[in-house]
């Protein structure tokens, strides 16, 4: 066979192996980091939040492989510790806006009229003010902790799922097996969430891996903020704020927090995009 007959297949080769090393690349990378929050107890070498004074801003070493902080505490335990608490707040921040957004998408979709017309104003409203910025203010309102970071991710995050799920009902309802459905005498919840929603939540799902990337910057952010999870928890964005003053003299304070950071994020956006080729979502 020639290389001229072979030719216009190869680049179908390699993006069917570009969309395998990017599941292998996403995946292990949330592997690792779950394992990690899993067995923080055992893998971590020292208590996070144990003091030392005598060990204060030391530069990696064998004892302590990522250094210590300001006030003696093992960096490599607290990026440890940190792994847990930051993907509780990826996946909490992506599960709740999941939930809402799809019953309400579903809803606006499959009824329509006045029904559809109120939802979709909601989500025109929320989508007309800056994300970090509502989300910000809502946090404020409430007071700096966690369960407002979720609140605040509740209920502003629900909108891109409702618009998703929303367009794929438009299109499912209409097709053969929902009007078959309907003159069987189905009922309106088993028809939206037995016969359509399963087919229309594909999208979705694939999304919700790369809005855990958004959760999880922003988490981070808030918390750096000094609006989310407060000093002296371990959690990643706590750490490149308390790192921030000693940024010349103890680089690794905020450098080892600020790479897990990009690590898992980097994993979250590659495993969703890798999802949605193999999938044929995007298309």
């Known amino acids: 066979m020639s290389i001229e ?17 990017m599941l292998a690349v996403g995946a292990g990378l949330l592997l690792f980091f779950v394992l990690l929050a899993i067995g923080a107890p055992i893998v971590a070498p020292y208590d996070p939040i144990m003091q030392n004074a005598e060990v204060r801003l030391q530069a990696p070493s064998l004892l302590h492989p990522f250094g210590t902080d300001n006030f003696g505490r093992d960096i490599l335990s607290r990026v440890i510790w940190g792994a847990r608490l930051d993907l509780q707040m990826a996946l909490i921040g992506v599960v709740f806006p999941f939930l809402i957004g799809t019953t ?23 989508l007309a003010f800056p994300f970090l910025v509502l989300m910000l203010s809502i946090i404020a309102i409430l007071g700096p902790g966690l369960g407002s970071f979720y609140i605040a991710m509740a209920l502003v995050g629900w909108v891109s799922y409702a618009r998703l799920i929303r367009a794929q009902m438009l299109v499912l309802k209409g097709s053969d097996y929902a009007v078959a459905a309907v003159s069987l005498g189905f009922s309106r919840p ?94």
């Open 104 to 126: 309400v998408g579903t809803m606006a979709g499959f009824f329509g009229g006045i029904v559809d017309a109120l939802f979709m104003r909601l989500v025109d409203i929320i």
């Open 5 to 21: 007959a072979i030719a216009p297949t190869s680049p179908g080769w390699r993006r069917f192996f570009g969309r395998r090393l």
């Open 190 to 283: 088993r028809i939206m969430f037995r016969h359509l929603l399963p087919n229309a939540i594909a999208g979705s799902v694939v999304f919700s891996m790369s809005d855990a990337t958004l959760v999880l910057l922003s988490g981070a952010a808030v918390s750096y903020l000094g609006l989310g999870v407060q000093p002296p928890t371990a959690e990643w964005g706590v750490m490149v704020a308390e790192g921030q003053s000693f940024i010349t003299t103890a680089w690794w304070i905020t450098l080892f927090p600020g790479l897990s950071i990009v690590c898992l994020a980097f994993g979250f956006s590659m495993l969703g995009d890798a999802l949605g080729e193999l999938l044929g979502v995007h298309e």
